[in-house]
């Protein structure tokens, strides 16, 4: 098939398949052409700038072209799958090239179908398709999205129609997102996200000092990276996570949650007795919990960390 037409699925027939152009062989457009490719769409062509994204396109998708951006946009879908900050350049490139029934769909969390605006005048379709999954670069990114929950915006009926179609391809959910809400939403998806990664680096390093044999951790001794620390971790995070998606705060438990005042000052001693080598962690820890604190309603927790305390 090579225009971008494409109707709700008949039972007796099977789902057109499209011929596919991706700009960018980055993580996230390497796992979408992997995952299209798998649904049995024909990879046109990749764009690949670096050497680096040009062997991630030999290895996950064998015997798919490297090409440029003017051939990969004449594909009946292309995927934009550049930077925020690339991507306008990136569309006015495409919208030489694009015509009348394509569809040019980008994958940027923030953005919605507007700055998709000289491809829309074109006469293609304008989606933004943001899959909610971290990208590492590896092959597992294509296993990611089977299951995915994709942030979806359409400017038309005819878009949300396609936007589901292309989504259920991948294995994913299609979730809307109004167009003026698109840079909300991806502000919770990197909050929750990127910033757990921090969280959660922290906390291991706050093992690796609580586990570390006498001797360390003393000024100037560092402290060597424990596996232990994970260890104890790895079956707790995931079940509170699973807790918090379910319940959000209910499924909170610890001192905080109990209002054990005495308990958090406890812990805020310990942490400033860790030699972190300038990393705040009594500060880290002080902010949570009393962020915490005021969400849940802990009163004794709130007052004691809302005094002049050198946390």
């Known amino acids: 098939m090579t225009g971008g037409d494409i109707t709700a699925p008949h039972p007796d027939r099977q789902e057109p398949r499209l011929s596919v152009g991706v700009i960018s062989a980055g993580s996230v457009g390497t796992a979408v052409a992997s995952v299209l490719q798998r649904a049995g769409h024909h990879i046109h062509g990749v764009v690949a700038r670096s050497e680096a994204s040009a062997g991630r396109v030999a290895d996950r998708l064998p015997g798919v072209p490297v090409t440029d951006i003017a051939d990969a946009a004449r594909a009946a879908l292309v995927i934009l799958a550049v930077p925020d900050p690339q991507l306008p350049s990136v569309v006015d490139e495409v919208a030489a090239v694009t ?37 590492t670069g590896r092959p597992e990114d294509t ?105 959000r705060t209910a499924a909170l438990t610890g001192p905080t949650a109990r209002d054990d ?23 880290s820890y002080r902010e949570a919990a009393l962020r915490t604190a005021r969400a849940v309603g802990s009163l004794n927790v709130e007052r004691a960390l809302d005094g002049d305390y050198p946390y």
Not at 99 to 124: E, F, K, N, S, Y
Not at 197 to 218: C, N
Not at 261 to 279: E, I, K, N
């Open 99 to 135: 015509r009348p029934g394509q569809i040019v769909v980008h994958t940027a969390g923030a953005l919605g179908c507007g700055v998709l605006q000289p491809v829309t005048d074109t006469g293609a379709l304008p989606l933004a398709l943001h899959p909610a999954m971290t990208f």
């Open 143 to 247: 296993d990611n999205l089977a299951g995915c929950a994709w942030g979806v915006t359409a400017d038309s009926d005819t878009g949300s129609a396609v936007a589901e179609l292309l989504v259920g391809a991948c294995g994913g959910i299609a979730v809307p997102v109004a167009e003026e809400h698109r840079t909300l939403y991806h502000a919770a998806m990197a909050h929750g996200s990127n910033h757990l990664v921090t969280l959660v680096s922290e906390a291991l390093r706050i093992l690796d000092h609580a586990l570390a044999d006498p001797g360390e951790g003393q000024p100037g001794v560092p402290v060597a990276e424990n596996p232990d620390s994970a260890v104890l971790l790895r079956r707790i995070l995931p079940a509170t996570l699973a807790g918090v998606l379910d319940r």
């Open 261 to 283: 005042a005495a308990t958090v000052l406890r812990h805020l001693d310990a942490l400033l007795t860790v030699d972190t080598g300038g990393q705040p962690l009594a500060a």
